[in-house]
């Protein structure tokens, strides 16, 4: 058992559920606590806090809630903590940890790191060559209108392991990779070497299996009628080996579940390639098994890995111009005319169209014919509308909207704000930098350690050849109409400004007709409102699995595009809801299944 480090996961993002630190602790033995907070649109987030609170600000407050409440049962039971939750103010965060320890009458060293913030460089970073091209647009940074307000480098585990070489008993990370504080425990256990890439692809894919709490356990899961409870869900544990495999489980007693299901919907969330990039290796998913080993346990092996990428993915946030939007519902007969007229008054009223610089209408049909309630006949005229004045949104605009209440198309009436009130829109801005441009420190009392990158220290390539694909044959014969959801799982979320769609079959021989079927083209026309879009397809049958990657549909990201699901959550599930003609005897097997 000494072979094992159990690391386990009490955050998926900034709002997680609190008392699941508490919970991972007492539910059961651990060797490591890890919490991560930082989806792209999270440093949004820490940036307003930081322009409106303070420049102390800029980190996750609800860690240093949840710190209070496991340091004490931590250093006692030998738990290391390592959390991203240090955000875009690591160095405040560790001395509020300090605080609380002094208060708490504990004694512990506390480690944090630094070198992802490149705001101060972005000059000099330039002049030297640094484009800082958009990875969705390919525009570059300088010239194009864009003022950055936070630059961070996706750093990886190594600082980490350094850390707790040195023997921090709670890490403070920046803005590292999701998986990075999987990867830096593991590597400090085993002791792993830069080049053990095969083990830290392991680690890599065991990180990006737990990064988001709940959600490999049971949550978000296409098929949830399998899902024995939603109370009291587990958070999940990766039990990692030296090779780099690992298991995924759960604390006994808790909710949720632990399944090959559970466990391949989170793997094809938020990716493109099977080549999942890390600045600590490339973990290739299409080599990787996935074996239920037992009741809420799931083992996942021979992950191979090679190595990393020659850049580190740069998250910088931008100032975007000022949005406003309002909602109105339609009511009843004649709904595309009822738009058309609303939309001329409102613009009209408002001196014309052509004083914004855009305006985004989206009419969507929940409407019935022939409603059986009130709520049924309701339809949703969404507008948004986007301007660099910011003296044409604001008040004056709701003004003019609520002035029109009585004096235009009948059974009208407001549905709230929409998604932006009038304020200026922080711009998701990915791109990429030399990883020999990057240096991470880690500070422990009056000390700090460099951390060179593994791309600085010159390693040997290690190549991952791709094995033929061989599949079952398809199955064919009569057909009848289902939706894709009964026989199909899926899983879906943002890359930024685009969006993947993760879809699995339950069989061989379901994974051969899927292969088959779904193709870009299909996957178009079941999703027609994608068809606008480049979409990627990528294969990995070792998961029976196809991943659909949708470039410029989240437009500048989370915290700044029109759509109503901004980080693709639910396309996924859209999908599962339309229709196809499918092999009986593929819904034989489903039937007798359910039976």
Known sequence: MSEIIRIANCSGYYGDRLDAAREMVEGGPIDVLTGDYLAELTMSILFNQRRERGEQMGYVGTFLKQLEEVAGACLERGIKIVTNAGGLNPCSMAAEVEKILKTLGLSAKVAWIDG??????LGRLQGEGEAFRNLDTGTALEGAGHKPVTANAYLGGWGIKTALDEGADIV??????????????????????????????????????????????????????????????????AEIERDGSFTITKHPGTGGLVSVGTVTAQLLYEISTPAYMNPDVIAHFDTLSIDQSGPDRVRVSGCRGSNPPPTHKVCLNTLGPFKQSFEVLLTGLDIELKAEKYLDQVFYTMGGREQFDDVDVQLIRSDMTDPASNE??????????????????????????????????????????????????????????????????????????????????????THYQRQPVSLAPAPGGETVQIAFGRLFGTRSGDKGGNANCGVWARSD???????????????????????????ERYELANMRSLNFYIKGVLGGGASSNHRIDKQAKSLGEYLGAKYIEAPKVLCDQLNAKLA
């Open 376 to 461: 049924q006949a309701h339809a949703v005229l969404r507008v948004t509308v986007t301007s660099r004045d910011p003296k044409k949104l604001g008040r004056l605009f709701s003004a003019k909207i609520t002035e029109l209440g009585l004096a235009t198309i009948p059974g009208n009436t407001g549905r709230g704000g929409g998604g932006f009130n009038g304020g200026q829109t922080i711009v998701h801005w990915p791109a990429l930098i030399d990883s020999r441009k990057i240096t991470e420190r880690v500070h422990l009392g009056e000390r700090t350690i460099e951390v060179l990158p593994t791309q600085r220290l010159d390693l040997e390539d």
């Open 116 to 121: 992802d913030n490149l705001m101060d460089d």
């Open 172 to 237: 403070i990370c920046p803005r590292v990779t999701d998986a990075a504080v999987v990867i830096g425990p593991a590597a400090w256990k085993f002791n792993w070497k830069r080049d053990d890439f095969d083990a830290l692809a392991g680690a890599l894919t065991a990180g990006h299996i737990i990064e988001c709490g709940a959600q490999c356990t049971g949550g978000n899961y296409a098929f949830f009628q399998e899902v024995p409870s939603f109370r009291n869900m587990g958070y999940p544990i």
């Open 509 to 535: 021989e379901a994974y051969a007709w899927l292969y088959q079927f779904l193709t870009v083209d299909a996957f178009k026309r079941l999703c027609p409102d994608m068809a606008a879009y480049e979409v």
